[in-house]
C-alpha cells in the first residue's frame, strides 16, 4: 500500500495521501509535469505543527514521485486512523554516548597540559 517513503513522510497510494511525522494528513494539491511529482499540502495542519518538517518557506509541501496518470486530486482519509508512537529513551544508551566524548577530551587537556582545566 505504501508505494512512496523517504525519512520524513510517507506517500499511500491506495488513499491518495501523504502521512507526516507529526501524523498530519497531507492532501493532494497539483502535479508537476516538468519534474514528474505530485504536491501534497495540508496548510491548515502544518501551520500550527512544531516540528516544521518541510523546507520550503511558503506553505508545507511534499513532493512524491509518480506518473501523471496515478496523480489523483480525489482522496480517501475517512475511517483513517493515526497512531503516534512515542519511544521512551533507554537510559543505558544515553549514559553510554555522554561517555564516548570524555576519553578525547582527557587526552587533549593532557596533551597541552591543562588537567587542572575544567572542560564542560
Not at 8 to 18: C, E, L, T
Given at each position: 500500500?505504501?508505494?512512496?517513503?523517504?525519512g520524513?513522510?510517507?506517500?499511500?497510494?491506495?488513499?491518495?495521501?501523504?502521512l507526516?511525522?507529526?501524523?498530519n494528513?497531507?492532501?493532494?494539491?497539483?502535479?508537476?509535469?516538468?519534474?514528474?511529482?505530485?504536491?501534497?499540502?495540508?496548510?491548515?495542519?502544518?501551520?500550527?505543527?512544531?516540528?516544521?518538517?518541510?523546507?520550503?518557506?511558503?506553505?508545507?509541501?511534499?513532493?512524491?514521485?509518480?506518473?501523471?496518470?496515478?496523480?489523483?486530486?480525489?482522496y480517501?482519509?475517512?475511517?483513517?486512523?493515526?497512531?503516534q508512537?512515542?519511544?521512551?529513551?533507554?537510559s543505558?544508551?544515553?549514559?553510554?554516548?555522554?561517555?564516548?566524548?570524555?576519553?578525547?577530551?582527557g587526552?587533549?587537556?593532557?596533551?597541552?597540559?591543562?588537567?587542572?582545566?575544567?572542560t564542560?
Open positions: 500500500m505504501v508505494s512512496h517513503k523517504d520524513r513522510r510517507v506517500y499511500i497510494a491506495g488513499w491518495s495521501i501523504v507526516c511525522p507529526m501524523g494528513i497531507l492532501h493532494p494539491g497539483f502535479y508537476k509535469k516538468p519534474i514528474k511529482r505530485g504536491v501534497f499540502y495540508n496548510r491548515n495542519a502544518c501551520k500550527g505543527c512544531v516540528r516544521k518538517c518541510a523546507a520550503e518557506k511558503r506553505g508545507r509541501r511534499h513532493q512524491a514521485p509518480m506518473t501523471e496518470e496515478d496523480f489523483s486530486k480525489l480517501a482519509d475517512a475511517g483513517l486512523l493515526i497512531k508512537i512515542r519511544i521512551r529513551p533507554d543505558g544508551t544515553i549514559s553510554q554516548r555522554k561517555s564516548v566524548v570524555e576519553h578525547p577530551f587526552t587533549m587537556k593532557r596533551g597541552v597540559d591543562a588537567a587542572y582545566c575544567l564542560r
